[in-house]
């Protein structure tokens, strides 16, 4: 009969063996994101210049004043999109940037002013979204931190679907 | 009939994790979020237990619907629901607004969910108790 501690410590060990070879299996499929197959989320940026960030109380004022001149973009999945987004924003994720891209250079100009948003304070998705709008010429791009859980639990408008 | 109730409450706690285990199995990347939101563990480190944490679920879960190894694995359920409850009480102390994770769904890391997680603790440790094995 083995301890039960052993036993423990045997369960531990199978299941990290299954997760670290299922998460290498993963990886290899999906190689060109990124060459660490731990790397499931990006460290944070040390530093984010206070002029590449807005405010919720700010972006609020956006959305009920400029809205259609203002846009917002969502750098979550697809599917995380579908599932509930800021009423009137447009799907960009990041890891499907290229082809969600067109759609949303129909609408954009080359000054509108642009909020990228996606959930959680740690959330890198809005910031590659940003530089890479950046880079593509769009100068007033502004992260909403944490922009999806702010909206939604302040209880303003949010829609579901594919659409904005 | 503690033999019936045994078995119930092994079926109910472990596929819970089961349950669990495999939402979040299915999406990594999501369950790295949730946990990163909670602000405890350093970067490093929120990828490798987003990984391995909802295999340990999965298994132990697993391994209790068939009634393997029952003490050790509602041992390291309660475990793992110290460690959970200690997580969520912390985020609320601290004001975070954030989804637990828990279910890998809409969840808000809330009291209600420290509730549900004592409930299930005391059933792992009723299991721990009434186990021979």
């Not at chain 1, 990006?42 to 846009?71: C, H, M, V, Y």
């Not at chain 1, 290229?98 to 100009?109: M, S």
Request: charged fraction near 15%; aromatic fraction near 10%.
């Amino acid at each position: 009969m083995l301890p039960t501690i052993v036993r423990i410590l045997m369960v531990i060990v199978a299941s990290a063996s299954c997760a670290l070879v299922t998460n290498a299996l993963r990886w290899d499929k999906n190689s060109q994101n990124t060459d660490n197959s731990l790397a499931l989320i990006t460290p944070p940026k040390p530093e984010i210049p206070p002029e590449n960030l807005i405010s919720f109380d700010q972006a609020r004022e956006l959305w009920e004043t400029q809205l259609g001149l203002a846009f917002f973009i969502d750098a979550r999945t697809a599917k995380q999109y579908a599932e509930g987004h800021i009423a009137s924003a447009y799907s960009l994720p990041a890891s499907d940037f290229n082809n969600h891209l067109p759609a949303v250079q129909q609408v954009l100009a080359n000054d509108s002013p642009i909020v990228v948003y996606c959930d959680g304070e740690q959330c890198d998705l809005s910031h590659q979204v940003a530089d890479r709008l950046k880079a593509l010429g769009y100068q007033n791009v502004r992260i909403l931190i944490n922009g999806w859980t702010l909206w939604k639990s302040a209880g303003f408008e949010i829609n579901t679907g594919d659409e904005p | 009939m503690t033999g019936i109730v045994r078995f119930l409450i092994a079926i109910y706690l472990g596929g819970y994790f089961v349950y669990a285990g495999a939402v979040k199995i299915f999406d990594p990347p999501l369950f790295a979020k949730d946990i990163a939101n909670f602000q405890l563990l350093p970067h490093q480190m929120v990828n490798l237990v987003a990984i391995i944490l909802p295999w340990v679920e999965w298994v132990a879960g697993a391994m209790l619907m068939t009634g393997l190894w029952v003490r050790a694995n509602a041992t390291l359920i309660g475990l793992m629901l110290v460690v959970f409850i200690i997580a969520v009480i912390s985020a609320i102390a601290r004001g975070l607004n954030i989804e637990c994770g828990c279910t890998g769904g809409d969840q808000p890391a809330n009291w209600y969910k420290v509730g549900e997680n004592t409930i299930m603790l005391a059933m792992a440790a009723w299991l721990m108790y009434k186990s021979k094995n």
